[in-house]
């Protein structure tokens, strides 16, 4: 089955502690990105990745660091979560990286993150 | 400016009847695809449908049709027969290349859906 999953699905951790949200894509998609979804907001993308090896910022980068050493894989890393991290996070991937109008975007389930 | 503008928070809707989820897009490029996508309670992204913007016809997938207005830069989704289930968020989505050529989307903040019974 075509999908993309994130873990862990639900986090409550503490200011300053380091993690990681996994991302894995098994339809061999060049594109995956992250966003964050808070009320009002609507989505914002974090960071994009067009390709292994090839990373850039999206509009909210700040206090995410991300890598794409394989082509499946796209971790979020939060060096030092803060409060205002507290979100709910989706990665998405798509098979092009190059500009393709029908080429449509695949979402994770979803990783509910505290902060406290 | 906003790239995706949906300017409904939240609608109500009888069951059974028609509902229009407006939305506006913003972009200076001629080539773009714009997406919906419905979240219910339980948080996933489903997408519902999907325009590009050299398609002459408008959209439809199932009850779900995409009422796109080139000239008014508007692509509002157009649900009929409205049925308990369709109570979610539904978010509009645009896709557009950015300066490299890569693809770049943008979400708006979403329209909130009611069906009452």
């Known amino acids: 089955e075509a999908q993309v999953t994130q873990n862990p699905r639900y986090l409550i951790t503490v200011t300053g502690k380091k993690l990681t949200v996994t991302c894995s894509q098994n339809m061999n998609h060049e594109y995956m990105s992250w966003y964050r979804q808070d009320p009002g907001l609507g989505l914002r993308q974090i960071y994009y990745s067009m390709n292994v090896e090839v990373t850039d910022k999206g509009d909210v980068p700040e206090g995410y660091k991300v890598s794409r050493k394989e082509k499946r894989n796209f971790p979020l890393i939060l060096e030092s979560p803060s409060p205002n991290q507290t979100s709910l996070y989706f990665c998405?991937?798509?098979?092009?990286?190059?500009?393709?109008?029908?080429?449509?975007?695949?979402f994770g389930e979803g990783s509910w993150l505290t902060v406290v | 400016a906003q790239k995706i503008t949906q300017t409904q928070p939240g609608m109500f809707v009888q069951e059974k009847e028609a509902v229009t989820l407006d939305c506006t897009y913003d972009?200076?490029?001629?080539?773009?695809?714009l997406f919906w996508y419905k979240q219910p309670s339980s948080g996933e992204m489903i997408f519902l449908i999907y325009q590009g913007s050299y398609d002459e016809q408008n959209a439809t997938e199932g009850r779900y049709s995409l009422n796109f207005q080139k000239a008014r830069k508007s692509a509002n989704l157009v649900i009929s027969a409205s049925q308990l289930g369709d109570s979610a968020m539904y978010f509009c989505?645009?896709?557009?290349?950015?300066?490299?050529?890569?693809?770049?989307?943008?979400f708006g903040t979403g329209t909130k859906l009611q069906v009452i019974p």
């Open positions: 998405a991937s798509s098979l092009y990286g190059q500009w393709s109008s029908g080429n449509t975007i695949y």
């Open positions: 989505a645009m896709r557009e290349p950015n300066s490299g050529g890569y693809q770049k989307v943008t």
């Open positions: 972009t200076s490029d001629q080539s773009y695809g």
